[in-house]
C-alpha cells in the first residue's frame, strides 16, 4: 500500500468512528495515541485530510463512498495534497489549478449548497463571498498587549514569518508555537482578528476618557476571558472587572489566564444566566459584555467539523437561551451604562432577531451595531451592538 493511500485509509477510519458533536481534536488525539507508527509529519497529513472531508462532505449526496469525498476535499481546498491527487486520482490532478468555482462545476457542486443554510443568514453577509470561506483554513492570529511591542523583535529573530494587520494584530498562515519565545497572555494573546475589532468604531469613548473614576464591568459570559483581556488593555487599571461563566472548569481556566495576564477580577462567580443573573438586585455595572452561547457559525470555516454536526433544529434553542441571558442581565446596567451584545455567528436569528427583541422589552437605545466580516480576510465573522441605557 503506498503512503497516500495509507493516508486515506487511516483518514477513514478517523472519521467512521468520530461522534458528531464532541471535539474532533480530542479524536484525533486518541487515535493517534493508540498508532504509535504514525510519525508526526503523518499525522499532519491525515488530519487535514479529516478537515477537508469535514469542508466538503455536505456537498455530496449521502450514496457517495467516504473516501471519494476525502479525495474531492483535499481536491478542492488544499493545494499541498497534490502528490496525494496525483497518486489516487491522476485525473483530478490535470484539473487542480482550476478556480473554485470550475472545481465545483467539474464536480457538479450547485453552488447554493456551499452552506446548508443560507435561509438563515443574515442580509449583510454576502452569501458567496462567506460560503467559499469555507474552503480555506483561516489564518492564525496574535494580538500585541500595551507595551509588548519588543515581542515582534523575538518573532523576527526567531525566523517566523509573519503578517503585520495592524499596530496591535499579527497573523501567521498556520499556528505557531509562540510560547516558546514569550509569555502568552503577559506579551500577548491568541485572539482572532474580528475578535480583537469588536470595541472599534463604537462611540462610548466618554466612558472611557472619565479618568477621574473607576469602571465597574461584567463579562457575563466570560469562557476564555480573551475579550476581558481585551477590555481591561482598553480601559487600564481603572476597571473593575466581573466575571462569571456556567462551567466551573472554564472559570477556573479563566481565572487562571487572568492572572497570567495580569488582569484584576474583583469578582468571578458561576451561573447559569439564562435561569437569573446570580447577583443581588443593587448589583450595577457601566459595562456589561455579552458574548452569548451561540451557534458559532462564523467560527465554522475554522472548525469545520462543527458545521458537519450543527442541525438547524438546534438555532431556535439558541435564540431563546439568547433572549432569556439578555433578560436576566441587562436589569444590572447603570444609567448611561454600556451593553455590548456580541455572537460569533452570521444568522439573522442570533443577531438581528435578539437585537429587536431587546428593543422591544427594555428600554436601552441601540447606538450601533456592525458585522466584523472575517470572511473577506480569512479570519472569523463576529456581530457587535452596542446599547446605551
Known amino acids: 500500500m503506498s503512503r497516500f493511500h495509507s493516508y486515506l485509509v487511516s483518514a477513514s477510519r478517523i472519521l467512521q468512528t468520530y461522534t458528531k458533536g464532541t471535539p474532533f481534536s480530542y479524536h484525533l488525539k486518541i487515535f ?18 479529516c478537515y477537508q472531508y469535514f469542508r466538503v462532505a455536505h456537498l455530496f ?10 479525495i474531492y476535499g483535499a481536491f478542492i481546498c488544499e493545494n499541498n495534497s497534490h502528490d496525494l491527487i496525483e497518486s489516487i486520482r491522476p485525473e483530478l490532478f490535470e484539473k487542480k489549478d482550476l478556480s473554485l468555482s470550475d472545481k465545483f462545476k467539474l ?13 438563515e443568514l443574515s442580509r449583510e453577509i454576502n452569501y458567496k463571498d462567506f460560503a467559499f470561506s469555507f474552503f480555506q483554513q483561516p489564518k492564525f492570529y496574535i494580538r500585541i498587549r500595551p507595551g509588548k511591542m519588543k515581542f515582534i523583535k523575538k518573532i523576527q529573530q526567531a525566523g517566523i514569518d509573519y503578517e503585520t494587520i495592524d499596530s496591535e494584530c499579527f497573523a501567521f498562515s498556520q499556528h505557531i508555537d509562540l510560547e516558546k519565545i514569550a509569555d502568552i497572555n503577559s506579551d500577548f494573546v491568541i485572539q482572532d482578528k474580528s475578535s ?36 481591561f488593555d ?16 472554564i472559570l477556573i481556566n479563566l481565572k487562571e489566564r487572568l492572572s497570567k495576564a495580569q488582569v484584576p477580577v474583583y ?34 470555516s475554522r472548525n469545520p467539523e462543527q458545521l458537519h454536526a450543527f442541525d438547524i433544529g438546534q438555532l431556535n434553542a439558541f435564540v431563546l437561551r439568547q433572549q432569556a441571558i439578555v433578560s436576566n442581565v441587562i436589569p444590572h446596567l447603570r444609567p448611561n451604562g454600556y451593553f455590548f451584545y456580541v455572537t460569533c455567528s452570521v444568522f439573522e436569528k442570533e443577531n438581528e432577531g435578539v ?12 447606538e450601533e451595531m456592525k458585522y466584523e466580516k472575517g470572511y473577506n480576510n480569512m479570519a472569523d465573522t463576529m456581530f457587535v451592538a452596542l446599547f446605551k441605557n
Request: with cysteine; net charge neutral; aromatic share 10%.
Open 234 to 249: 482598553k480601559i487600564g487599571e481603572r476597571l473593575k472587572l466581573t466575571v462569571s461563566d456556567i462551567r466551573k472548569n
Open 32 to 49: 493517534f495515541s493508540k498508532e504509535k507508527k504514525i510519525g508526526s509529519r503523518d499525522r499532519k497529513s491525515i488530519a487535514g485530510l
Open 61 to 70: 449526496e449521502s450514496s457517495v463512498a467516504m473516501e471519494d469525498k476525502i
Open 355 to 366: 437585537i429587536q427583541f431587546i428593543q422591544h422589552h427594555t428600554n436601552l437605545q441601540l
Open 107 to 119: 464536480l457538479n457542486i450547485n453552488m447554493l449548497n456551499l452552506f446548508p443554510y443560507s435561509y
Open 196 to 231: 480583537q475589532k469588536i470595541f472599534d468604531g463604537f462611540k462610548f469613548a466618554e466612558l472611557l476618557t472619565e479618568n477621574y473614576r473607576a469602571l465597574e464591568a461584567w463579562d457575563c459570559c466570560a469562557a476564555s476571558g480573551g475579550k476581558s483581556i481585551l477590555l
Open 267 to 300: 469578582k468571578s462567580f458561576m451561573q447559569d444566566l439564562s435561569v437569573s443573573s446570580g447577583l443581588n438586585k443593587d448589583d450595577f455595572f457601566d459595562i456589561i459584555l455579552c458574548d452569548a452561547p451561540c451557534s458559532g457559525s462564523g467560527t465554522w
